[in-house]
């Protein structure tokens, strides 16, 4: 077996009036909790250094830039690194990244991998920017991911890191079932993902009593297809008028949901994840070598 101890770290709301350094502090003491029960890696939500600010219309472009992180680690966010380092734990995060490429200003909706020596070994940009580009003034909040955020440019990757093949995904993407097959095609084992998940659907309000069976739905058939783990870190409760699914969770790789969160409100889940679990999907009924027949799904990679 090939056991690997982690903490799903679920937050409650990050109010407007908490700065950066307060929301540190919390991802440090949630961070020290984990490392106190044994944990190797933490896994935090989506966006977890800020209010997730896609659920307002903000027209100024410096005021939407405040949101993003122009390095990382930054002064404000080294202490989480060093603390991570002390502890010899790793941990994902995401937060909302810019950055110049080719000349050009670009936004991403990021997630980075560090390892317990503190270096970062992984990142993902949010690929599936759910919502819409424009205000819409009647609904009682927004989604403007696709307005704020660029696509993100690198795939979906698979990192050798914690003793097995570790793949990162963010929120919408999980809802794809292209998302987990790329990462099942590079042999992954554990998918580490965050989630900034509205209770209400403004336009489609008769699927809101079921936001919270499409979320496990969405990760248990990615985790049971490719034969892999999927954890999930919610960023849940009232956040700024918006109320947040929280039901953070632990999927195994037969599809079971091994742990469930029970509050909305910062609350660890420790689980350890024997990354061999994998191996009867993988060898077996989801064998991609011998059972995949590629020669008829072409349709999925058209437009
Ligand atoms: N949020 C939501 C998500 O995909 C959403 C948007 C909610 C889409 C409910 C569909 C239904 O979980 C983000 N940040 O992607």
């Known amino acids: 077996s090939r056991p690997i101890t982690i903490a799903v770290a679920q937050m409650g ?21 984990a490392a106190q029960q044994g944990s190797e890696l933490v896994l935090f939500p989506e966006c977890c250094l800020t209010a997730f600010f896609p659920h307002w ?19 404000v966010t080294q202490p989480l690194f060093d603390e991570a380092k002390r ?12 950055v110049d490429e080719q000349g050009q200003t670009r936004r991403y909706n990021s997630s980075i991998l ?25 609904n009682p909040f927004q989604n403007l991911e696709k307005r704020y955020f660029d696509v993100g440019n690198l795939g979906f990757q698979v990192w050798n890191a914690f003793g097995g093949k570790i793949g990162m995904c963010i929120c919408n ?7 987990y097959r790329v990462l099942g095609l590079q042999g992954v084992e554990l998918v580490l993902l965050g989630y900034n ?10 699927l809101n009593p079921l936001v919270g069976f ?7 058939a990615g985790a049971y297809q490719n034969g892999t783990w999927v954890l999930g870190a919610a960023k849940t409760g009232w956040e700024e008028g918006v109320e947040q699914l929280g039901e953070s969770c632990v999927i195994a790789p037969s599809g079971e949901i091994r742990a469930v969160a029970k ?18 999907y993988k060898e077996g009924i989801l064998n991609f070598d011998i059972n995949r027949r590629v020669e008829y799904y072409q349709l999925i990679t058209q437009q």
């Not at 660890?268 to 994840?273: K, R």
Request: aromatic share 6%; glycine share 4%; proline share 8%.
């Open 87 to 98: 502890l010899k734990i790793g941990f994902c995060l995401g937060y909302a990244e810019i």
């Open 13 to 33: 709301p990050i109010p407007l009036t908490q700065t950066r350094a307060d929301a540190v502090e919390r991802l440090i003491g949630l961070l020290r909790e």
């Open 57 to 75: 219309f903000i027209e100024d472009q410096a005021e939407i830039d405040t949101f993003f992180e122009r390095e990382m680690p930054s002064p």
């Open 263 to 280: 509050t909305n409100k910062d609350e660890l889940i420790i689980h350890t994840c024997d990354l061999d679990e994998t191996i009867p």
């Open 197 to 206: 998940t509205p209770l209400q659907i403004p336009e489609y309000p008769e």
């Open 173 to 179: 993407d999980r809802r794809w079932a292209e998302t």
């Open 214 to 220: 499409h979320n496990q739905l969405s990760m248990q």
């Open 114 to 138: 560090v390892e317990r020596d503190a270096r970062i070994v992984g990142k993902h940009r949010k690929i599936h920017l759910p919502g819409h580009r424009e205000h819409r003034p009647k």
